[in-house]
């Protein structure tokens, strides 16, 4: 395709739902990140794939997070139990290498999260 | 602990004017400054970024001044347009490719 593509665009949930969120990257880029962005905030990290490899998690804010990319390819965010505070915008972000910091990250529309 | 101050958190500007927006930052580990570029309901968009080594950058109406020793940089926005209206995200970047992004400027430039 020719962007970040994110599905559902918007997606509400009652308080202790499960919901998954979906993102496909680029075609062909190596590197994948999650960010969750709060109303009037910039986005916050969640994780980061090098391909199929999750290597960093450190801002997944609590065991109910739960991403994967397990071709290399798509990947999929997955909240348990759906609280209130994780109401946001989920963003994905694709690049082509190996995530050396001065890559251009192509951002998706994102999915916006709402728990009632 | 924010790693990055953005400033000011809101902006308005006549056609025509300069927008201003400053980033202050801490921690010296970081090596690439990006801004980015958001319109309601999209992504971040890069709009652009400097390195530590040069002092100002330049990329059409769009400039970059870099101040090392006091760990501040700012993006100007020459001629301001009102298609230039959205929020400005500054951002960090070391060498992992994760971002951590300031609170967002939200700019409205008037005709």
């Known amino acids: 395709g020719a962007g970040v593509s994110q599905s559902p665009r918007y997606k509400v949930a009652k308080r202790g739902q499960d919901v998954a969120l979906r993102c496909d990257p680029i075609s062909g880029h190596v590197s994948l990140f999650w960010y969750q962005q709060a109303l009037g905030q910039g986005p916050e990290f969640l994780t980061y794939f090098q391909n199929e490899a999750q290597l960093d998690k450190s801002g997944l804010p609590s065991d109910r997070f739960f991403a994967e990319r397990p071709e290399g390819s798509v990947s999929t965010l997955k909240i348990q139990r759906t609280q209130q505070e994780d109401s946001a915008v989920y963003l994905c972000a694709s690049s082509l290498g190996y995530g050396t910091g001065d890559e251009k990250l192509f951002f998706g529309s994102g999915t916006q999260l709402s728990v009632l | 602990q924010q790693q990055v101050k953005q400033s000011p958190q809101s902006l308005i500007v006549q056609k025509g004017g300069i927008s201003i927006i400053n980033c202050a930052y801490e921690?010296?580990?970081?090596?690439?400054f990006p801004w980015y570029q958001q319109f309601p309901g999209k992504g971040p968009a890069l709009l652009i970024a400097i390195r530590p080594d040069v002092s100002e950058k330049k990329e059409g109406r769009f400039t970059i001044s870099f101040n090392k020793s006091a760990k501040q940089f700012s993006l100007h926005i020459m001629d301001s347009q009102p298609g230039d209206s959205a929020t400005y995200f500054c951002a960090l970047s070391g060498n992992t490719g994760k971002l951590i992004f300031g609170q967002g400027t939200t700019l409205q430039v008037k005709p």
């Open positions: 921690n010296t580990a970081f090596d690439y």
